[in-house]
């Protein structure tokens, strides 16, 4: 049962441009949202989090969007740089229920061409 | 620099012969967590612990203990790896604040071979 689903395994953008990971989740107890981003040998950093009263967050190139009626989050990159290409991986976490455990997707592997 | 710490970073093991990886951390952070994670698979929580007190996902094998003597040091003991258990393990860390949810910060992992 994947409570949360990144449905592309991989996602290649031109420098310069947009880039838009996508995330669906299915429990609707999940309050908070995180992206991570992770690099070959590394461990996952945390990029960016959202919390279910907003519908955005924005931190410089990065903003996240949370739809919760869908179910769907999305972290926007703009403008995507070459040295962006990572594994991007969506979180969640139902603070009242899990406390600070976190449920991860698969993860989308995001190669910035020059 | 504060930081998590994982060792080795690769770790070869026999069929059934017990295994421990190391995670330490500077960061003096109060709670955490083993994961594992399998090629192109999201990383799956084994358990974490809050302090001293010692939470067990549902469906983590019995294979898998862990064990945490003080804050900075954590340990993951697998009694008896199977060609299953093959995985990257990430350590991680974080510090529970009242009403909000913590950010983890990873270490690099242990890449574990079983032959």
């Known amino acids: 049962d994947q409570q949360v689903k990144q449905n592309s395994p991989s996602l290649s953008v031109q420098e310069g441009r947009i880039s838009i990971l996508n995330c669906d989740y299915t429990?609707?107890?999940?309050?908070?949202f995180l992206w991570y981003k992770k690099y070959p040998a590394e461990g996952p950093t945390f990029l960016i989090s959202?919390?279910?009263?907003?519908d955005k967050n924005e931190d410089g190139r990065f903003t996240v969007f949370l739809n919760k009626s869908a179910k769907h989050l999305s972290l926007h990159i703009v403008p995507s740089q070459p040295g962006d290409s990572a594994v991007y991986f969506c979180?969640?976490?139902?603070?009242?229920?899990?406390?600070?455990?976190?449920?991860f997707g698969e993860g989308t592997q995001l190669t910035v061409n020059p | 620099d504060a930081m998590v710490i994982q060792n080795p970073r690769y770790q070869v093991t026999q069929f059934g012969k017990p295994v421990t990886l190391s995670c330490s951390q500077t960061?003096?952070?109060?709670?955490m967590y083993w994961y594992q994670q399998k090629s192109s698979q999201a990383p799956k929580l084994l358990f974490h612990?809050?302090?001293?007190?010692?939470?067990n996902e549902a469906d983590t094998p019995d294979n898998f203990q862990s064990r945490r003597p003080n804050t900075s040091f954590c340990f993951l003991d697998i009694r008896s790896p199977g060609l299953g258990d093959a995985a990257m393990y990430l350590c991680?860390?974080?510090?529970?604040?009242?009403?909000?949810?913590?950010?983890?910060?990873f270490g690099p992992g242990t890449r574990l071979t079983v032959l």
């Open positions: 991680a860390t974080s510090t529970r604040q009242s009403g909000l949810t913590d950010t983890q910060y």
């Open positions: 429990n609707s107890m999940f309050d908070y």
């Open positions: 959202i919390s279910s009263i907003k």
């Open positions: 979180a969640a976490s139902a603070r009242e229920t899990s406390g600070s455990r976190l449920t």
């Open positions: 960061l003096n952070h109060n709670v």
């Open positions: 612990y809050y302090d001293k007190d010692f939470n």
